[in-house]
Nanobody, 122 residues
Framework: VQLQAFGGGLVQAGGSLKLSCAASGRTISSDSMGWFRQAPGKDREGVGCITNKNESTYYIDSVKGRFSISRDNDKMTGTLQMNDLKPEDTAVYYC????????????????WGQGTQVTVSS
């Protein structure tokens, strides 16, 4: 499976960005899709995840109510809609898939996109 994440950019605080993740190689409909981010000098953290059948989504507390994850299994794509962005959201964002269930740790994910930079200015 190859994943490509795109849609990052520079935005002012309070603004919005929509990240997309496109999969190719094989279907990912059986896998969950997670979104992760890594800020300079910090460890990678899980932002959220959506289960394989769009049944459930999970988010870390700091993005609840601002970020929304969705996916289209037919198109093999996933999205991370980010609203009310804050400077602390600045990071490289990654999409990942592989496990059936959602996990907060990236160690469970086998396939990763290349990352897309999100920069939020104050």
């Amino acid at each position: 499976v190859q994943l490509q994440a795109f849609g990052g950019g520079l935005v002012q605080a309070g603004g919005s960005l929509k990240l997309s993740c496109a999969a190719s190689g094989r279907t990912i409909s059986s896998d969950s899709m997670g979104w992760f981010r890594q800020a300079p000098g910090k460890d990678r953290e899980g932002v959220g995840c959506i289960t394989n059948k769009n049944e459930s989504t999970y988010y870390i507390d700091s993005v609840k109510g601002r970020f929304s994850i969705s996916r289209d299994n037919d198109k093999m794509t996933g999205t991370l809609q980010m609203n009310d962005l804050k400077p602390e959201d600045t990071a490289v964002y990654y999409c990942a898939t592989g496990p059936v269930s959602c996990y907060s740790s990236g160690n469970y994910y086998r396939y990763w996109g290349q990352g897309t930079q999100v920069t939020v200015s104050s």
